[in-house]
C-alpha cells in the first residue's frame, strides 16, 4: 500500500505521535465547537501557516490537498445557491482545516508510531477482556485503508479518463470495491502470518 | 488458507475505512442541522458485504476512531463533541443499521447476482434508512428538542436521497457478486 509518509525531516518529524495525535483531537473537536466565521477564518490561516512550515515535506500530498480545496469550493458555491452562502464558508473552512491538520499527521508519523500510540491508549481496555493490541492494529489498518482508497479510486478515475475522455464518478464504486476487497484478503494473509496463533 | 481472525481484522478494518471516505466526500447541510453525506451507503455496504458482526465491529472502530478526535465525519468533523450534536442519533444508528443490514442479508436468498441485488436493496432499506432513521429521530427529539412530528417530517427529506443510495449498495453488490462468485454475502461462510 502507498504511503503519505515524507522522508524529508521537519520539526514536525521531531514532535512525538502521542502529542500530534492530542493536539489533532483538540483541534478538531475546536473546529466543530465553533461557528463564527472569523474564528474559522483565523483557525484556517494558522492550519495553512502550520502546513506551509513543512516545505518540501507537503509536496507528496499536494494532489490530495487540491481536491480538498476543489472539494471546499463545490462545498460553498452550493450553499450559496441555496441562500445559505455563510454556513457553506463554515462547512468549507471546517473541512480545509480539519484536513491540512491530518495530511500533516500522516506526512509526519509512521504508521508504526501512531500503532503504539494507539496501543498504550488503547490499553486499560485489557482490564476489560478487550484485546487492545487488536484494536490498536484494527485503528491502523484502517488509516492505512483510508489512504489506499483515495490512491485505488485515483488510478481508476484516470484509467476511466484515458477510455473515455471524462471522470468516472459512481460508476468506480463498484471496481472500487472490488479491489478493495482483493486488497484487503492479501492484507489478511500477510497478517495470518505475523499474528499469533 | 488465511484463519477468519486475520480476515475479520482486514475486513472490519476495511470497511470502516469505507465509511470514513465517504466521511471525507463534501456533505450538504440541510437547516434541520443533519447533514447529507454518503456515509449511510458505507453503512449499508458494511452490513450486505460482512454481515451483522463483522458490520457491527466495522462501525464500532469507526465510531471509536471519531471518539479518539479524528476527523472522519462529513465536514472535516470528529472528537466526542460529535455524539451530542443534533445528527448524533443518526451516527449511533451507525453500527446498529449496519447490524439490522447485516441480520437481513444473512437470511435474503444471494444464489445469483440479481437476487443478491435484491436481498441487499431490501436489506438496506430496513437496516441502512429505516433503522438509522428511527435512530436519528429519537436523537432529534432528546438533543435538538423537536417535536416527534417535526422530526418526522424532518427525517423523511433524506429518505429519497438514501433511497438512492440503498440502489448504489444493490449495484455494487451485483458487480461483487459477478467479479468475486467466492465471496459469502451476509457473512454466511466467512473466509
Known amino acids: ?197 | 488458507m488465511t484463519s477468519s481472525r486475520s480476515s475479520g481484522l482486514a475486513y472490519v478494518s476495511l470497511f470502516a475505512a469505507l465509511v470514513a471516505v465517504f466521511g471525507l466526500i463534501p456533505k450538504i447541510d440541510l437547516p434541520l442541522g443533519v447533514p447529507i453525506t454518503l456515509q449511510t451507503l458505507g453503512v449499508m455496504l458494511a452490513g450486505c458485504m460482512l454481515g451483522p458482526k463483522k458490520a457491527l465491529q466495522a462501525l464500532l472502530l469507526f465510531l471509536a476512531a471519531l471518539a479518539l478526535g479524528l476527523p472522519l465525519l462529513s465536514g472535516g468533523r470528529g472528537g466526542l463533541g460529535v455524539f451530542v450534536a443534533p445528527a448524533s442519533g443518526y451516527l449511533i444508528g451507525f453500527p446498529i443499521g449496519a447490524l439490522a443490514t447485516g441480520l437481513l442479508m444473512a437470511y435474503l436468498p444471494v444464489s445469483s447476482p440479481r437476487r443478491a441485488a435484491v436481498s441487499a436493496f431490501v436489506a438496506s432499506a430496513v437496516g441502512g434508512v429505516l433503522t438509522i432513521h428511527i435512530c436519528g429521530v429519537i436523537g432529534l427529539v432528546a438533543l435538538a428538542k423537536l417535536s416527534w412530528t417535526q422530526a418526522l417530517w424532518g427525517t423523511l427529506v433524506f429518505v429519497p436521497g438514501d433511497l438512492i443510495k440503498c440502489v448504489l449498495c444493490a449495484i455494487v453488490v451485483h458487480s461483487v457478486a459477478r467479479g468475486l462468485p467466492d465471496w459469502r454475502f451476509g457473512g454466511r461462510a466467512f473466509r
Open chain 1, 1 to 197: 500500500m502507498g504511503s503519505f509518509y515524507s522522508d524529508h525531516r521537519t520539526w514536525l518529524h521531531a514532535v512525538s505521535a502521542s502529542l500530534k495525535l492530542i493536539l489533532l483531537a483538540i483541534f478538531g473537536t475546536a473546529l466543530f465547537v465553533f461557528d463564527n466565521t472569523v474564528v474559522l477564518l483565523a483557525c484556517t490561516a494558522l492550519c495553512l501557516l502550520f502546513f506551509a512550515s513543512l516545505g518540501r515535506a507537503t509536496l507528496p500530498a499536494r494532489k490530495l490537498l487540491t481536491m480538498v480545496v476543489a472539494a471546499g469550493l463545490l462545498i460553498t458555491a452550493f450553499h450559496a445557491y441555496m441562500q445559505q452562502p455563510l454556513l457553506g464558508l463554515v462547512s468549507a473552512l471546517r473541512l480545509l482545516s480539519a484536513s491540512l491538520l491530518g495530511i500533516a499527521l500522516m506526512l509526519t508519523t509512521r504508521a508504526n508510531d501512531l500503532l503504539d500510540v494507539l496501543e498504550s491508549w488503547l490499553s486499560p481496555l485489557n482490564r476489560f477482556g478487550i484485546r487492545s493490541n487488536a484494536l490498536a492494529l484494527q485503528l491502523a489498518l484502517m488509516l492505512r485503508f483510508t489512504e489506499h482508497f483515495f490512491i485505488q479510486w485515483k488510478r481508476l478515475d484516470d484509467a476511466h479518463r484515458v477510455r473515455t475522455g471524462k471522470s468516472g464518478g459512481f460508476k468506480l464504486l463498484a471496481p472500487l470495491t472490488i479491489r478493495m476487497l482483493t486488497s484487503a484478503q492479501r492484507v489478511a494473509d500477510a497478517l495470518d502470518l505475523r499474528l499469533p496463533p
